[in-house]
């Protein structure tokens, strides 16, 4: 979806609280026809427009769910109910931005049934694990990042948000992940000095919603011990997780051991961080074989697929 819909969609959200029945019902989970008739029953608040169609007060409809008792998943996020549903009209439409600010809040406010309740709200409206890992997670780290480099968010700040982070993705394994009877397994980690696991996590996560078995090895692991677990474990993925600064020369480096001691190797290797195309052929050659590299989950996500 084009930045400029976006825009344009959230303008109009934004101009008016007035919500069409066929909304109101799918608000509630209710059929339509359940909707018209509590409005002409006067049980809820109503107003027709110039050709006759209803239109109802986001605030009268919340005002009916409370008085009526009746369950709704936007009553959670009470008093923000309307901005919730904002943003999960936009992620229905593949716009993620406005709940990941949502979710950037509820990070920074330290609150964790928030946090798990907008990820959970955003599964409702169409949003898959790599979504919610691109475009949730990701932008809240950068935005963590550049916030610290700011000085805006103090090192505390940064941690914490952080650890947050690493707990919603324990969530998601939690909530979506699954093994399948024929499950291919996967190593996962990063290598000798590489102490950013969060990347690594995402990784993770997603390959267990796709049903992968997934042996997680965290942060500075030695590529003897990549090696030994990949063939105590029998897996035919490695996918390896580094950032800036240790980019080129530390994937290099591994790379050459990964090939010096395991010369013969038979299953995929995958890089994600910050290394840039121009740098792949290089480490191919020094692999001494093809060695997938992705700068986003979808992406990645998109090779599982084919490569499953």
């Not at 950013?196 to 796709?210: C, N």
Request: hydrophobic share 40%.
């Amino acid at each position: 979806m084009s930045a400029g819909w976006a825009e344009v969609a959230m303008e109009a959200l934004a101009e008016s609280t007035w919500i069409s029945s066929r909304q109101a019902a799918d608000i509630l989970g209710v059929h339509e026809s359940s909707v018209k008739r509590w409005c002409n029953a006067s049980r809820l608040n109503v107003s027709r427009t110039s050709g006759g169609h209803r239109r109802i007060q986001f605030s009268d409809l919340m005002n009916f769910v409370r008085s009526e008792g009746l369950e709704c998943a936007l009553s959670d996020f009470a008093p923000d109910e309307f901005s919730v549903w904002q943003a999960g009209e936009l992620a229905q439409h593949g716009d993620l931005s406005a709940m990941a600010d949502l979710f950037f809040q509820a990070l920074f406010d330290g609150d964790v049934d928030r946090q798990e309740r907008l990820l959970a709200y955003a599964a409702t409206q169409g949003s898959t694990v790599v979504d919610i890992l691109q475009y949730i997670f990701a932008p809240a780290l950068r935005r963590i990042g550049s916030s610290w480099a700011a000085s805006t968010l103090d090192t505390g700040d940064e941690h914490r948000m952080s650890g947050h982070i690493l707990d919603c993705i324990a969530w998601l394994r939690r909530t979506f992940g699954r093994e399948d009877e024929e499950s291919r397994r996967a190593i996962v980690g990063c290598p000798t000095g590489e102490t950013h696991t969060i990347g690594a996590e995402m990784v993770r996560a997603l390959l267990e919603s796709r049903g992968w078995r997934v042996v997680f090895l965290g942060a500075d692991t030695p590529a003897e011990d990549l090696v030994h677990q990949r063939e105590k474990f029998d897996a035919s993925l490695m996918c390896l997780s580094v950032v800036p600064p240790r980019d080129v020369a530390t994937a290099s480096r591994v790379l050459e051991s990964i090939n010096r001691l395991d010369p013969d190797k038979q299953y995929d290797i995958v890089l994600g961080g910050g290394l840039r195309p121009k740098d792949m052929t290089l480490l191919n050659e020094r692999a001494g074989q093809v060695v997938e590299w992705f700068d986003s989950l979808p992406a990645f996500d998109r090779w599982l697929a084919v490569a499953e």
